[in-house]
């Protein structure tokens, strides 16, 4: 063995990542034929070997778990966060925490850097439709658990939340206020709770015989920009809705701008409630009506299936209850001032 050769010259031969080449070399399954065809080689050809040492002292619990959010910067997730994180160290273990960023492409690159540290498990906001390392961690039965979001076809306990209550208290409340058109900002389709709340939201119009116009809805990406482009455009229909819903903080912040821009008066002349609540929601005025969940506890309760998983047991996903919170924003009875030209 050439001692000079390093783990890092067998992944550059072989032309994967350092991480695969270790879970390669260290027996880890979470790789494909491939990789593990090319890794073996390069290993051969420049003289490398596995320190038998090194290599039993890697295969002991680190202690540490991974927590891959969705979107660092969105308050909801940093709450999520700080429910798993001290969950987990009420049991003696720490907490790495990444951000997907909502990509799918720097989701695999956490991940792969999880598996090189050797984390113990992984809870997820998944993005994308569960392909590339997502769908290896799976196969390789690394302890693995989805918060807020899920992804279809893959057996891994969840914690997520009632998005059919939560847009049905919205849209009830708004219908007892005497709007029946409702605009929608909903989330991207490719991930599941924009899909969840947009069947909720259409079911839920239909339900208590709402207008249905196609144009009423429109798609964001849980970003603030998103909100307010969305806005504008629901606002600048020749018949605007009279109450708007965000399916998320971030672009209810966005809707909000663009609201004001226009010269138009939240809880006046236009309605607003968004999903998921932020600490200064009540705080603006007027303060935000939102359908809320407890974020620190969707954190909380998926590290402890976290954890029991890791343990050797089985978890059964959870679904946890919304609750409308009812403010001043949606105080607004239907008129036309939402019409008005924008000052």
Do not use: C
């Not at 979470?30 to 065809?37: D, F, I």
């Not at 850097?113 to 809870?123: A, E, S, Y």
């Not at 409308?324 to 008129?335: F, G, Y």
């Amino acid at each position: 063995m050439d001692a000079t050769v390093t783990l890092k010259d067998v992944a550059a031969r072989a032309g994967v990542s350092v991480g695969t080449a270790s879970r390669v070399l260290s027996g880890h399954s979470a790789t494909s034929p491939a990789a593990r065809e090319r890794v073996r080689a390069a290993a051969t050809e420049l003289g490398y070997r596995v320190n038998a040492r090194a290599q039993a002292l890697r295969s002991a619990r680190s202690h540490a778990v991974g927590l891959l959010v969705s979107d660092v910067r969105n308050p909801f997730f940093a709450d999520i966060a700080h429910g798993a994180e001290q969950t987990a160290l009420a049991s003696s273990y720490v907490t790495l925490l990444a951000n997907a960023n909502e990509d799918t492409a720097q989701q695999d690159t956490y991940l792969d850097v999880f598996l090189t540290q050797r984390v113990d498990g992984i809870i997820i906001a998944p993005q994308g439709e569960g392909r590339g390392d997502l769908r290896a961690l799976e196969e390789a039965r690394v302890p693995l658990v989805f918060v807020d979001r899920v992804v279809d076809g893959f057996d891994v306990p969840s914690v997520t939340a009632d998005n059919a209550q939560g847009v049905e208290l919205a849209v009830a409340h708004l219908a007892e206020q005497g709007h029946t058109r409702i605009g929608y900002i909903g989330g991207p389709p490719s991930v599941s709770t924009g899909r969840a709340r947009l069947s909720a939201f259409l079911e839920a119009i239909a339900r208590h015989h709402l207008d249905d116009d196609p144009a009423l809805i429109t798609a964001g990406d849980f970003r603030r920009a998103s909100g307010g482009t969305a806005a504008a455009k629901l606002l600048a229909h020749h018949r605007p809705p009279t109450a708007l819903l965000a399916a998320d903080s971030l672009m209810a912040v966005g809707a909000l701008a663009e609201v004001r821009q226009r010269g138009l008066r939240i809880g006046e002349d236009l309605a607003l409630v968004a999903f998921d609540d932020i600490e200064w929601f009540g705080e603006l005025d007027p303060p935000l009506t939102v359908v809320a969940h407890d974020a620190r506890a969707l954190g909380a309760t998926a590290m402890r299936l976290l954890l029991d998983v890791i343990d050797g047991g089985t978890a059964e996903s959870v679904v946890l209850p919304m609750r409308l919170i009812p403010r001043r924003s949606s105080a607004a009875r239907p008129h036309t001032a939402a019409s008005r030209p924008s000052a």
